[in-house]
């Protein structure tokens, strides 16, 4: 028997409703594609904008020029710095803040010794970094006795000099005078002049024989007790040793 054209007519428009549901709907996305497009490249746009200021930096290896004490040539990791985004220049003179003065005019490290006052102080230009309380030298005067035309007066020195040489763990090489204040014969042989352990842990020299060291008797600090040195206590002494170079002004009055 022939089937029956109304069971076939069920399935044709189900078939065809589908298809023409499916071309609504992938019309339907692709126009709303089209007008979403321009929409998302506008709001991205900062985004990309950004990741495109931002440099990039990776480590690399680099091997050393040097054979390592350790063994052979070994790789090591090296960091490139990433630099400033435009936005950020780096300041030059125009855009320096109008209290900051230029390198070349900044305050130096100096010394001012205050014989009368028996205090020492470091100074940054005008601002004072450390006082100290020292001892100088007593005025005395001491003649040799087979010489007495041969004199030493124990003054500390006055006017502008410069710390020309920094000692850590000084030996004194005592001159002449020292034997003689003491009554002893003046000794022939170098050796018998050295003597370490009485300067303290550090000297700063400033010419003609004159240093600044450690005080052998802390209780003597501000006193006019000394041959012609200036002396500190350890601590004020470390703190002067670490903190001024070779050349530092050293001013005394």
């Known amino acids: ?18 298809r023409t549901t499916g071309s609504i709907v992938f019309w339907a996305a692709v126009a709303w594609g089209v007008l979403m497009l321009p929409l998302l490249v506008v709001l991205a746009s900062p985004f990309l904008n950004s990741a495109q200021s931002i440099p990039l930096s990776f480590p ?59 205090r020492l102080f470091v100074k940054d230009g005008d601002r004072i970094l450390h006082e100290a309380l020292a001892s100088t030298g007593s ?18 020195p006055k006017g502008t000099f410069s710390i020309e040489s920094k000692l850590e763990k000084p030996v004194w090489i005592r001159p002449d ?27 700063l020299g400033f010419g003609n024989g004159y240093f600044i060291h450690g005080a052998l008797y802390s209780n003597l600090l501000g ?16 703190f002067v040793f670490e903190t001024v170079q070779l050349g530092t002004p050293i001013i005394i009055i």
């Open 1 to 18: 028997m022939a089937p029956d054209n109304r069971d076939l007519q069920f399935p044709r428009k189900t078939f065809e409703t589908i």
């Open 60 to 118: 690399f290896l680099q091997f050393s020029n040097s054979l390592s004490p350790d063994g052979p040539l070994m790789p090591r990791i090296v960091f490139k710095e990433i630099e400033s985004p435009p936005s950020q220049p780096h300041q030059t003179d125009s855009t320096r803040s109008p209290n900051q003065k230029p390198a070349s005019t900044q305050a130096k490290i100096s010394i001012l010794v205050d014989t009368a006052r028996h």
């Open 177 to 203: 005078w020292a034997f003689i204040e003491q009554g002893d014969p003046v000794p022939d042989k170098m050796a018998d002049r050295l003597k370490p352990g009485v300067l303290g842990r550090y000297a």
């Open 139 to 156: 005025g005395n005067t001491l003649a040799d006795p087979k010489n007495p035309e041969r004199t030493w007066t124990f003054e500390t």
């Open 223 to 238: 006193q006019d007790v000394t041959h012609g040195c200036i002396q500190l206590h350890p601590k004020d002494l470390q």
